[in-house]
């Protein structure tokens, strides 16, 4: 279970990683923002983490490129701390 959310944290900060490039599908933004949402508030009822609020940090600037510009340095910090933990679950 751990590889599979690990697998969907990757997935989410390559989406995240394409919407720098101007390849904004807002449909993935919403269902990857919606799951690091779900996550990170789930995880956070069992267990309070540092994991935790990289998901819901994740989710909330994955929420916000929808309707706004969102600066570049913290698109790129959610990306790379969403990959971090990804790679991490996977190992």
Same mark, same amino acid.
């Given at each position: 279970?751990?590889?599979?959310?690990? =697998?969907?944290? &990757?997935? =989410?900060?390559?989406? %995240? @990683? *394409?919407?720098?490039?101007?390849?904004?599908?807002? &449909?993935?933004?919403?269902?990857?923002? +919606?799951?690091?949402?779900?996550?990170? +508030?789930? @995880?956070?009822?069992?267990? @309070?983490? +540092? =994991?935790? *609020? &990289?998901?819901?940090?994740? =989710? %909330?600037?994955?929420?916000?490129?929808?309707?706004?510009?969102?600066?570049?340095?913290? &698109?790129?910090?959610?990306?790379?701390?969403?990959?971090?933990?990804?790679? @991490?679950?996977?190992?």
């Amino acid at each position: 279970m751990i590889k599979i959310l690990g =697998a969907l944290d &990757i997935l =989410a900060s390559a989406v %995240i @990683f *394409l919407s720098l490039l101007n390849l904004k599908w807002n &449909i993935l933004l919403i269902i990857f923002a +919606v799951y690091l949402l779900i996550k990170g +508030v789930v @995880f956070i009822i069992a267990s @309070f983490d +540092v =994991a935790c *609020l &990289i998901d819901i940090f994740s =989710a %909330i600037i994955l929420a916000l490129m929808i309707f706004i510009t969102v600066p570049e340095a913290l &698109i790129i910090l959610a990306g790379i701390l969403l990959l971090q933990k990804g790679i @991490f679950s996977l190992l």
